[in-house]
């Protein structure tokens, strides 16, 4: 069975410019996360959807990140215009239906705003 | 406050040795879940054990078992026989349920182990 994927693993972009960070969860999965890891800080939970709904968004930074997800499926989270304290690494998780199960992460995508 | 506290930024231990990573948490809710997640250099997050907040008996998984003391809200990991592969940065995360039935992890900060041949 595939695992969580991400893409890009990598992505060096500009301030101002746009980037969009793709996650691919676990076939059937229908709870996805996304989290962030700043370099020397804690993981950090920006948001989760059940299928296409977004459940919890309380961890959004602002209104410059946008996540999407439709139809249930794949996620998308667009940074629209990245700012340097953007950098870090984009964390998808994914788990089955249903309470206190475990998420199974993605690789991450390392995020570099210069 | 910090819901996860990892006090040890970095440690180091001889290999073949056992070595026990520190982690306090708070929380006013009756059931959660506790987790230790390794991140080796590659950056993928690979999980290690669980601990349910109601689970009698520490968890085990292999070299991994948790030390889990729940009136002093710690998880602490512990790693037996410590291996040159073990060296990566380790987190402590915690689960907890909102009002919608719906999880949500919380993160310390890590402790980057390594493992000294």
């Known amino acids: 069975e595939a695992g969580v994927t991400q893409f890009p693993s990598h992505s060096v972009i500009e301030k101002g410019q746009t980037v969009t960070l793709r996650c691919d969860p676990i076939?059937?999965?229908?709870?996805l996360y996304w989290y962030r890891r700043v370099m020397g800080k804690e993981i950090k939970f920006l948001l989760h959807?059940?299928?296409?709904?977004?459940q919890d968004e309380s961890g959004m930074p602002n209104n410059r990140f946008l996540a999407e997800r439709t139809g249930g499926t794949y996620s998308t989270l667009k940074v629209q215009p990245a700012e340097l304290e953007d950098s870090g690494v984009y964390f998808c998780?994914?788990?089955?239906w249903g309470r206190g199960n475990e998420q199974f992460f993605g690789p991450g995508t390392r995020l570099t705003v210069l | 406050a910090q819901k996860i506290t990892q006090t040890q930024p970095g440690m180091f231990v001889q290999e073949k040795e056992a070595v026990t990573l520190d982690c306090t948490y708070d929380?006013?809710?009756?059931?959660?879940?506790l987790f230790w997640y390794k991140q080796p250099s590659s950056g993928e997050m690979i999980f290690l054990i669980y601990?349910?907040?109601?689970?009698?008996q520490n968890a085990t998984e292999g070299r991994y078992s948790l030390n889990f003391q729940k009136a002093r809200k710690s998880a602490n990991l512990v790693i037996s026989a410590s291996q040159l592969g073990d060296s990566a940065m380790y987190f402590c995360?915690?689960?907890?349920?909102?009002?919608?039935?719906?999880?949500?992890?919380?993160f310390g900060i890590g402790t980057k182990l390594q493992v000294i041949p």
């Open positions: 601990q349910g907040s109601y689970d009698e």
């Open positions: 995360a915690m689960r907890e349920v909102n009002s919608g039935g719906y999880q949500k992890v919380t």
């Open positions: 998780a994914s788990s089955p």
């Open positions: 076939s059937g999965h229908d709870n």
């Open positions: 959807f059940v299928k296409e709904s977004k």
């Open positions: 929380t006013s809710d009756q059931s959660y879940g």
